[in-house]
């Protein structure tokens, strides 16, 4: 599996943004999809999962509410609709891909994207 983050930049506080991440490999129907973020001098921090099969979605604290995860599996993409954005927001955002039984934590992706910034100013 390879993955490619996109959709990152700058956005005021209360604005909107959407995440990609194009999935590609031979097989990825096993997989759970996650993103998450990392601030600077900040542990890198789970955002969303969605189960590649089922669609069954979990969120992260700061997203509940706030942001959605998605796929299109005709398109093999992720997404993640990020609203009413905040300044603790910004960060670098990673797409990651793994198939274990939990996906809240890093050691349950095997597969990391490049990050893609989102910057959130007032």
């Known amino acids: 599996v390879q993955l490619q983050a996109s959709g990152g930049g700058s956005v005021q506080v209360g604005g909107s943004l959407r995440l990609s991440c194009a999935v590609s490999?031979?097989?990825?129907?096993?997989?759970?999809m996650g993103w998450f973020r990392q601030a600077p001098g900040k542990e890198r921090e789970f955002v969303a999962a969605i189960r590649w099969s089922g669609g069954g979605t979990f969120y992260g604290d700061s997203a509940k509410g706030r942001f959605t995860i998605a796929r299109d599996s005709a398109k093999n993409m992720v997404y993640l609709h990020m609203n009413r954005l905040r300044p603790e927001d910004t960060a670098v955002y990673f797409c990651?891909?793994?198939?274990?039984?939990?996906?809240?934590?890093?050691?349950?992706?095997?597969?990391w994207g490049r990050g893609t910034l989102v910057t959130v100013s007032s």
């Open positions: 490999g031979r097989t990825f129907s096993e997989y759970h």
């Open positions: 990651a891909a793994g198939r274990s039984d939990t996906v809240v934590h890093r050691s349950d992706y095997e597969v």
